[in-house]
């Protein structure tokens, strides 16, 4: 069935966008509670709930048609409705329960949590592995290429052998130096000028 926009009908105005939402929302809700009335849910009976969802389905598909079919004639506060005006403001339809999807969500959800349970556990438990490990080894396995310093000595004198710096005698020097300076001046009397206005 279809019906064709006469232009000389009036055409319906309203002030604002609030108030096609406003008859949205109230068409929709008597629709639905009129269905509630005549069809309520039944959780027991199936072939009901078949029948109620068909009728739901309808009821939804000719609330929407009658929105679509009207925003020809519908004028927004001065602008005609040339966007669908029904999409915003018809009350969400919500997807039946998908059980498989839900199962398999919560299988992710399970695996999640176990790998989260593994992970915790493996970084308390590695730790302990490497620094048993490491205890375990023998000293003369570990074998790292140092130029000056033999990794071997140190661990065996348990003490750290310091490399010898280029120029360690002139960076002490130059250090005790700069001491004695910062003393001199903690302890030197400055000058006070008075500025002439």
């Known amino acids: 069935m279809s019906f064709k926009y006469n232009k000389s009908l009036p055409k319906i105005h309203l002030d604002s966008i609030t108030d096609l939402k406003y008859l949205s929302i109230n068409f929709n809700k008597t629709i639905q509670e009129?269905?509630?009335?005549?069809?309520?849910?039944?959780?027991?009976?199936?072939?009901?709930?078949?029948?109620?969802?068909?009728?739901e389905d309808i009821l939804e598909n000719f609330a929407t048609k009658t929105f679509e079919l009207a925003?020809?004639?519908?004028?927004?506060?001065?602008?005609e409705a040339q966007k669908t005006i029904v999409d915003d403001y018809v009350v969400s339809v919500l997807e039946?329960?998908?059980?498989?999807?839900?199962?398999?969500?919560?299988?992710?959800?399970?695996?999640i949590e176990e790998t989260i349970l593994k992970t915790t556990q493996l970084r308390r438990e590695i730790p302990k592995r490497i620094f048993e490990h490491e205890s375990d080894q023998?000293?003369?396995?570990?074998?790292?290429?140092?130029p000056e310093i033999s990794l071997i000595e140190t661990i065996k004198t348990k003490q750290i052998v310091e490399p010898k710096l280029e120029r360690e005698n002139e960076i002490k020097e130059e250090?005790?130096?700069?001491?004695?300076?910062?003393?001199?001046l903690k302890t030197a009397r400055i000058p006070f000028h008075k500025r002439n206005s």
């Open 34 to 55: 009129k269905l509630k009335k005549h069809i309520p849910k039944n959780v027991s009976n199936n072939s009901e709930d078949i029948l109620r969802k068909k009728v």
């Open 71 to 79: 925003k020809p004639n519908i004028i927004i506060n001065g602008i």
């Open 96 to 111: 039946p329960f998908d059980y498989d999807l839900n199962n398999k969500l919560q299988s992710l959800h399970n695996e």
């Open 138 to 146: 023998n000293i003369s396995e570990i074998k790292i290429n140092l």
């Open 175 to 184: 250090y005790t130096n700069a001491i004695s300076i910062m003393k001199q």
